[in-house]
């Protein structure tokens, strides 16, 4: 009965994989045109759609239904822990959600492009949203900016999350950070009295709309 419940999984992720190659073709033409431009009208699940593969080449499921049943329990357990281990790994270095719990400022001129302003009381903590490297921390007039690269295993694009207007940085230069470890708090915006920080994810130098 597990064998079964087994096969039946590998099955549904083979037809899933199918699908996704048949979408990210599709993609691929309508995201190379925006490449070219200063920013981009895609989404950033749209680009994760279009780039993600959740199986590593040598981790396939056969499409042969002989060969599956062939496979003896060890073997298919072990396929399908290998899959899920690649998708987690890639789920890792994939921006996802937002640094903090607060409310979203829609009306703003604070931030150009494509962005995320989030509002939420002074110290509030900040995390990073992907695992990666901490490629740049400046302080501006406004606070710190902090730039995270993240390495896709998947792809050679340059990907990266901004973290603007932190305060007290608990992180350092070329620091290798967690996806959700703290690496700064909310501070009070210079001459005003908000409680913000500005998001933004850019994949090769392109400013991508987190969310």
Do not use: W
Request: aromatic share 6%.
């Amino acid at each position: 009965m597990q064998i079964k419940r087994e096969l039946a999984r590998i099955k549904m992720e083979s037809d899933a994989l199918d699908k996704f190659i048949s979408q990210a073709k599709q993609l691929d033409k309508d995201a190379s045109a925006s490449l070219s431009l200063d920013y981009s009208t895609l989404t950033f699940p749209d680009f994760f759609r279009k780039h993600a593969k959740a199986y590593d080449a040598s981790h396939n499921a056969s499409t042969q239904e002989q060969d599956v049943l062939m496979k003896d329990k060890e073997t298919i357990i072990k396929e399908s822990a290998e899959r899920q281990k690649t998708y987690r790994a890639l789920m890792d270095v994939t921006p996802s959600g937002y640094p903090l719990e607060g409310k979203v400022l829609t009306q703003h001129s604070i931030l150009t492009g494509p962005c995320v302003l989030l509002k939420a009381p002074a110290g509030t903590p900040i995390h990073a949203t992907a695992s990666g490297k901490v490629v740049e921390i400046e302080q501006t007039e406004k606070g710190y900016l902090i730039q995270i690269a993240h390495q896709n295993p998947n792809n050679n694009k340059s990907i990266r999350t901004c973290y603007h207007f932190c305060d007290k940085p608990t992180i350092t230069l070329n620091q290798q950070v967690k996806k959700g470890q703290v690496i700064a708090y909310v501070g009070v915006l210079p001459g005003s009295s908000l409680n913000i920080m500005g998001y933004q994810v850019q994949i090769d130098r392109i400013y991508i709309q987190p969310k």
